[in-house]
């Protein structure tokens, strides 16, 4: 008889199993510790607990041939963190922290779309809205799939890699991303993307209130939103939701790992 133990999930979620038993102790990884800088305190974190999510780097936002800039939106801001998370992204993959891409991309049926939705991108019903095609290129507005949902040419993106869609400013509302996380055994996220005040700080603050430790990372994040609303999200941020930092500094914690033993 073959009692030789499988493993069912994904670690540090994972069981080991055979005929006779099952391990549920679930063993940890091993830890990563490192001091973050930011701008209200000094961080110890876990980087074996730790992930990266980049927010709606896709070819809709940041695109001059994606949806915003057809609807006549600057989007020349939306490139800004494209080089700093060029810089960052190879590091943390080093590291072993997961790389996590949560664009937006509806379902072509628009089932889980409601009218009030709709209606926020395409107000009086004869612009070009949720689904419909771009008259650049035909690529549907938003759309699972499609070249307006693909993280833009400028960032590369890994087979390791994780993509989630969503349906909303927020990449935690009716998608998996909550699940595959705990899966993970992830606490820490780091946020970047676009847009700050928009999809990235609702995603950040969900991300809150599931009880995930929130570090925006300032110059891998970007708006093209008025200066007004980049400003009020690094305060609400700061204030209420998580902390602040930089790419710069998450480098210097990924080459100096912390040696303390957690001592204080």
Same mark, same amino acid.
């Given at each position: 008889?073959?009692?030789?133990?499988?493993?069912?999930?994904?670690?540090?979620?994972?069981?080991?199993?055979?005929?006779?038993?099952?391990?549920?102790?679930?063993?940890?990884?091993?830890?990563?510790?490192?001091?973050?800088?930011?701008?209200?305190?000094?961080?110890?974190?876990?980087?074996?607990?730790?992930?990266?999510?980049?927010?709606?780097?896709?070819?809709?936002?940041?695109?001059?041939?994606?949806?915003?800039?057809?609807?006549?939106?600057?989007?020349?801001?939306?490139?800004?963190?494209?080089?700093?998370? &060029?810089?960052?992204?190879?590091? /943390?993959?080093? *590291? @072993? $922290?997961?790389?996590?891409?949560?664009?937006?991309?509806?379902?072509? %049926?628009?089932?889980?779309?409601?009218?009030?939705?709709?209606?926020?991108?395409?107000?009086?019903?004869?612009?070009?809205?949720?689904?419909?095609?771009?008259?650049?290129?035909?690529?549907?507005?938003?759309?699972?799939?499609?070249?307006?949902?693909?993280?833009?040419?400028?960032?590369?993106?890994?087979?390791?890699?994780?993509?989630?869609?969503?349906?909303?400013?927020?990449?935690?509302?009716?998608?998996?991303?909550?699940?595959?996380?705990? &899966?993970?055994?992830?606490?820490? /996220?780091?946020? *970047? @993307? $676009?847009?700050?005040?928009?999809?990235?700080?609702?995603?950040?603050? %969900?991300?809150?209130?599931?009880?995930?430790?929130?570090?925006?990372?300032?110059?891998?994040?970007?708006?093209?939103?008025?200066?007004?609303?980049?400003?009020?999200?690094?305060?609400?941020?700061?204030?209420?939701?998580?902390?602040?930092?930089?790419?710069?500094?998450?480098?210097?914690?990924?080459?100096?790992?912390?040696?303390?033993?957690?001592?204080?």
């Amino acid at each position: 008889m073959n009692m030789a133990f499988r493993t069912l999930g994904v670690a540090p979620n994972a069981w080991t199993v055979n005929q006779a038993i099952a391990d549920i102790t679930r063993p940890h990884k091993t830890p990563q510790p490192v001091i973050l800088s930011t701008e209200t305190k000094a961080l110890r974190l876990d980087l074996a607990k730790t992930a990266i999510l980049i927010i709606d780097m896709q070819n809709d936002f940041c695109h001059p041939d994606g949806w915003l800039a057809h609807i006549g939106v600057d989007v020349t801001p939306a490139q800004k963190p494209v080089e700093p998370l &060029n810089n960052l992204l190879p590091e /943390l993959r080093d *590291a @072993g $922290v997961p790389v996590i891409w949560v664009n937006w991309g509806n379902r072509p %049926d628009l089932l889980n779309i409601s009218a009030s939705s709709r209606h926020v991108y395409n107000p009086t019903g004869n612009g070009v809205g949720l689904g419909d095609p771009l008259p650049s290129n035909g690529a549907r507005v938003l759309m699972a799939g499609s070249w307006a949902a693909a993280v833009i040419d400028e960032l590369e993106q890994l087979p390791e890699d994780i993509r989630v869609d969503k349906y909303r400013m927020s990449g935690f509302w009716d998608t998996p991303l909550d699940s595959i996380l705990r &899966n993970l055994g992830k606490t820490t /996220l780091f946020f *970047a @993307g $676009v847009n700050a005040d928009q999809c990235v700080l609702t995603t950040l603050c %969900d991300a809150n209130f599931l009880g995930y430790d929130c570090v925006l990372v300032k110059d891998c994040t970007a708006t093209t939103s008025p200066e007004y609303c980049w400003l009020a999200t690094l305060y609400n941020v700061k204030q209420c939701f998580g902390f602040v930092t930089d790419s710069q500094a998450i480098l210097t914690a990924l080459n100096n790992p912390d040696s303390t033993g957690g001592d204080k």
